[in-house]
């Protein structure tokens, strides 16, 4: 089993939306939260949104807050990324990340690479103009 599948990915114009998937399973099937990032050829691995598995509770970035926004189906291990407003600069190769240490901090700690311990392979977002 591999811990974590993205899925949903594809190209649309400026302005539109797409909602990407990621399940988990195995080690990632409790985690205690899911992150999702975003890596643009050239450019670092980029936060965009966690969600904490148990509670629900998620964090999203001032920058990306109201057109990103992360949710959770626990009977179906599921946790979607719904992206609206789509603009070209969102372009990127999409991540979902699982974190299975017990968290100390607040959900808006969580949002660097290190924070999490299982990756999946990612899925290509391509917005045009």
């Known amino acids: 089993q591999v811990p974590l599948v993205e899925s949903g990915g594809g190209s649309v114009q400026a302005g539109g939306s797409l909602r990407l998937s990621c399940r988990t399973s195995g080690p990632t099937s409790s985690p205690y939260h899911v992150g999702w990032f975003r890596q643009a050829p050239g450019k670092e691995r980029e936060f965009v949104a966690n969600i904490h598995w148990s509670s629900g509770g998620t964090y999203v970035p001032r920058s990306k807050k109201g057109r990103f926004a992360v949710s959770r189906r626990i009977a179906q291990n599921m946790v979607y990324l719904q992206m609206n407003n789509l603009r070209p600069e969102d372009t990127a190769v999409y991540y979902c990340?699982?974190?299975?240490?017990?968290?100390?901090?607040?959900?808006?700690?969580?949002?660097?690479?290190?924070?999490?311990?299982?990756w999946g392979r990612g899925t290509q977002v391509t917005v045009s103009s």
């Open positions: 990340a699982a974190r299975t240490s017990f968290p100390f901090w607040s959900d808006d700690h969580y949002t660097k690479i290190d924070d999490f311990d299982y």
